[in-house]
């Protein structure tokens, strides 16, 4: 007990069944190295003194910080990238603890914000929506390469497969052979299960959007809908975890990637860094209202994009207002006020 009591830093390496800890005192030694179940890990802890704990930001984790943090210990979540430098010696569960417990305490150390159940409700939708979309996807790309197989060309879009299937799968038995007709069928019947597994899943997303404040604030940001501003929320909050917009349009990954040494400053492409998911619906968002130039003076960016796109090509100007319409969410989110367009003109 006596050493437990001086124990203030700990360093947990998550597993499925098992969780190796390592506990510091304030002075960096090593104190505690256990293997502990899943089960001992709350009980173990809640007869500690409140202390630092640092864990990965991985499955788990999120509800492992929140108990944790009902029995009195701070705790915090790290991307796993940020733990690696502080590993020494080969890799092993005990010194993946001692490098997490080493980190923790960086005062520079970037930390991810401890999400809430309701988040995760939100999350694991839209997960499932995504990859339902997903399936969609490679079951209309295997429908367009058999017919193709058969010199038949459908034109791009989903639209133009679904009106014309009818006609193609009546073609002659020259054309398309029973078995490939029953195939396609069979392919159709799919398409369709999936469509309505995907409209459930959006119309779930779209009342619990309306239902959130956050969410309601976000949906007056240009191109930005349910979809958008539910999986920000899910992904951020209140935005927190971040100083500024600039800070968030970063983590999405929507600046340049720097490579830069000396006085030499190198910019390359898109660092496609943070949550690839909600970056690729930040530039859908981009060219919905690039396409549609007689909201850009109603919004206040008319100007702006005018002037952007004499000197950046659509492909990049498309980024850059991704990256604007991030950093106004944000700034809409953690200032909790909805979206202003004399603001921007």
Same mark, same amino acid.
């Given at each position: ?226 979809? *958008?501003?539910? =999986?920000?929320?899910? %992904?951020?909050? !209140? ?5 500024? &917009? @600039?800070? /968030?349009? #970063? ?67 498309? *980024?850059?207002? =991704?990256?604007?319409? %991030?950093?106004? !969410? ?5 200032? &909790? @006020?909805? /979206?202003? #367009?004399?603001?921007?003109?």
């Amino acid at each position: 007990m006596l050493e437990k009591a001086e124990v203030a830093v700990v360093g947990i390496d998550i597993g499925k069944n098992s969780f190796h800890v390592i506990g510091l005192s304030a002075r960096g030694e090593i104190l505690l190295r256990q293997k502990w179940s899943r089960s001992q890990v709350e009980v173990r802890l809640a007869n500690m003194p409140p202390c630092l704990i640092g864990m990965e930001a991985c499955v788990g984790a999120h509800h492992l910080s929140r108990r944790l943090r009902t029995l009195g210990h701070e705790a915090r979540l790290m991307p796993a990238k940020y733990v690696r430098p502080y590993s020494k010696g080969q890799k092993n569960d005990f010194r993946d603890a001692e490098a997490i417990a080493e980190a923790v305490q960086r005062p520079t150390m970037k930390f991810v914000a401890t999400k809430t159940v309701e988040q995760l409700d939100l999350q694991a939708l839209h997960r499932v929506r995504e990859r339902l979309v997903s399936q969609r996807t490679g079951i209309i790309n295997q429908m367009r390469a058999f017919l193709l197989e058969r010199g038949i060309a459908v034109r791009q879009g989903q639209r133009f497969l679904r009106t014309g299937l009818p006609g193609i799968l009546a073609a002659p038995d020259d054309v398309l052979s029973p078995q490939m007709v029953h195939l396609i069928e069979g392919l159709s019947a799919d398409w369709r299960h999936l469509d309505e597994r995907i409209d459930q899943l959006s119309n779930e997303i779209h009342a619990m959007a309306r239902d959130d404040r956050n969410c309601e604030r976000l949906m007056s940001v240009p191109g930005i809908g349910p979809i *958008i501003s539910s =999986a920000m929320v899910a %992904a951020i909050g !209140a935005g927190d975890a971040f100083s500024k &917009g @600039r800070d /968030f349009g #970063a983590w999405l990954g929507l600046v340049p990637r720097q490579m830069s040494t000396g006085d030499r400053t190198v910019l390359g492409p898109i660092s496609r860094r943070g949550n690839r998911y909600l970056r690729v619906l930040f530039v859908q968002a981009a060219w919905v209202v690039l396409i549609r130039p007689g909201s850009w003076e109603r919004y206040g960016l008319k100007s702006w994009i005018e002037s952007a796109r004499k000197r950046l090509h659509r492909n990049v100007l498309a *980024i850059a207002l =991704a990256n604007k319409l %991030a950093r106004i !969410a944000w700034s809409v989110l953690a200032h &909790g @006020r909805g /979206f202003e #367009a004399s603001a921007m003109a």
